[in-house]
């Protein structure tokens, strides 16, 4: 058979790499608008940021990682700027694009096989001969014999290998028993006989169905992977935005405390100099007094030694005696000055540090989580109100009525004035604000959902399953087990906030004047889930949310 020479080969390489037609060049083109601009390679896992450009999830991680010490994030291709770090969003039709375009890039690869006969150009076979070696164009297939031992398949430079190395006959079958390509002779032979010998495209078709079978599996096994990896994903993006949310909480919370800090010095130092002014005034008018004093001595002890100078007998006898020089009174004022003398001291270092005990105080209020991510959300219980209490429409306002709601009967009802909130806490820490209006008396607090709802000892307060701020007659205090604890100041602002901390079993009262007042905390381990309560004799309480942001007085 007919061999080309070697160099005609080469040519006609040559000829097909620079005779391409322009559709490859622009297929060129389109590849490299698919190259990240970071790594300038093509996408590899591509992700989208909001501003719509796309990059290797690698690239923009390592460019966002960078950015994390300045707090700026900004888009590498237009330099869009954003407050957070940005989420990172699968671009899933890109990803699928470049997975059809690695296969086609594979494909473009492999080696062309082209016609034995195009001598003059290369032009690519469409189909190869077994029986006579030799690779096809469609020119040349046309014209090819037809006959069945003419075995013709797709384009392959080992054809060779389509032949029985023993009988170098066309592998037309496939035994099932020896897993084996045989040909026609091989099938007669005696080390072959009586086994499963099948056509090779029935073959082919059945291991094609088995994958098939395993790529449909396989599939669906693919499903739950992605499904985890959008959810991984998501708890990520979540997990960024609570971090971004605590560091925030976090610098407000430290603004504050230097705040504080600042303030406190201010009054110490302010405290320290007002006593200063004070020991400095009355130690100048101790001085002058003293220096008065002084001269009017030194006025009387030149006098006496002119006298004792004096050469005149009766003017020496006229003058008064010695002791009259001295005045009683003066000797009065010696005993004035000394007392004084005596009552000043140092500066008052007991009040100094008493300023400086708020320190303790703001240590205090971090730990008993006053700063807290927000103001818990409560909703009053209507199935708990009393009838002669008028629940708001929004479930935040309880309201004394005299006008019977006539609510029907249930076992968790108050006979009078109460009602609980329908949110329980069972964990963590929480707080919320009340506020009066037009009431003369009332109580809040918290309470266990079994407390008694008939009778006096089941206003919040009155048993051991309930704590209360009370307000009664203009007076405050707060009850817990019916024994009261008087408040010593007076509560001027209609607004208290009540903060639990529910482990370190701590239920406190805030005042919300300017500057915020706490009143009292009560110590208690907490046993069972807690119910905020409210009790009106008079006007109305309203729940109301609180804010990030406060302070404890000093």
């Given at each position: ?74 888009c590498p291709e237009c330099r869009e700027e ?18 059809n375009l690695l296969v086609t890039q594979h ?295 005299h006008k019977n709601q006539n609510r029907p ?146």
């Open positions: 058979m007919y061999k080309p020479a070697l160099w005609i080969l080469n040519l006609r390489e040559l000829q097909f790499r620079f005779c391409r037609p322009l559709s490859a060049m622009a297929s060129a083109d389109l590849r490299a608008e698919l190259d990240c601009s970071i790594c300038l390679h093509t996408y590899t896992d591509p992700v989208m940021l909001r501003c719509g450009h796309n990059f290797c999830r690698v690239c923009i991680d390592r460019v966002l990682d960078t950015q994390d010490e300045s707090g700026v994030y900004t954003f407050q957070a770090r940005p989420t990172l969003m699968r671009n899933l039709a890109l990803r699928n694009i470049m997975e494909k473009e690869t492999e080696t062309v096989i082209f016609c034995t006969y195009c001598v003059d150009s290369p032009v690519p076979a469409v189909k190869s001969c077994l029986h006579c070696e030799a690779s096809l164009c469609e020119k040349h297939l046309s014209v090819h014999s037809k006959s069945s031992q003419h075995v013709l398949s797709d384009p392959n430079t080992s054809l060779e290998n389509r032949k029985c190395s023993v009988h170098k006959e066309v592998l037309k079958y496939y035994c099932t028993e020896d897993a084996a390509f045989i040909c026609v002779s091989c099938s007669l032979a005696e080390e072959h006989q009586g086994h499963r010998v099948e056509m090779l495209d029935e073959a082919s078709e059945k291991k094609k169905k088995k994958l098939r079978y395993v790529l449909r599996k396989l599939t669906a096994k693919r499903v739950e992977p992605e499904e985890r990896v959008q959810n991984l994903e998501e708890r990520w993006r979540k997990a960024q935005e609570k971090a971004s949310g605590e560091a925030e909480r976090v610098t407000v919370l430290f603004t504050d405390i230097r705040r504080r800090l600042d303030d406190l010095e201010k009054r110490v130092l302010n405290e320290i100099s007002k006593q200063e002014k004070e020991e400095s005034i009355l130690l100048s008018a101790l001085m002058k007094k003293l220096e008065k004093k002084k001269d009017e001595l030194s006025r009387k002890m030149r006098h006496i030694e002119e006298l004792c100078n004096m050469t005149d007998p009766l003017t020496v006898l006229q003058e008064p005696d010695t002791g009259d020089l001295c005045d009683p009174e003066e000797e009065g004022g010696d005993e004035d000055i000394n007392r004084c003398l005596h009552d000043v001291d140092d500066l008052d270092v007991a009040v100094i540090s008493d300023k400086l005990h708020t320190l303790c105080d703001i240590i205090t209020d971090i730990r008993r989580g006053i700063y807290m991510e927000g103001p818990a959300h409560i909703l009053l219980d209507v199935n708990t109100a009393a009838n002669n209490i008028l629940i708001s429409d929004d479930l935040k306002t309880a309201t004394c009525t009967e249930r076992a968790e009802r108050f006979q009078d004035y109460q009602v609980m909130s329908s949110r329980r806490f069972t964990s963590g820490r929480h707080y919320w604000d009340v506020e009066s209006s037009g009431s003369v008396d009332w109580r809040v607090g918290m309470c266990y959902p079994s407390i008694d709802r008939r009778g006096r000892q089941s206003y919040i307060g009155s048993n051991n399953k309930s704590w209360s701020l009370r307000r009664c007659d203009n007076q405050y205090s707060v009850r817990h087990n019916g024994k009261d604890i008087q408040l010593p100041d007076k509560i001027s602002s209609n607004r208290v906030r009540i903060c639990l901390d529910y482990e370190v079993g701590q239920l406190s009262f805030y005042e919300l004047c300017d500057p915020i007042r706490h009143l009292h905390t009560f110590t208690a381990a907490f046993t069972k889930p807690l119910h905020a309560a409210l009790c009106v004799w008079g006007g109305s309480i309203k729940i109301s949310g609180g804010s990030r942001n406060w302070e404890k007085p000093s």
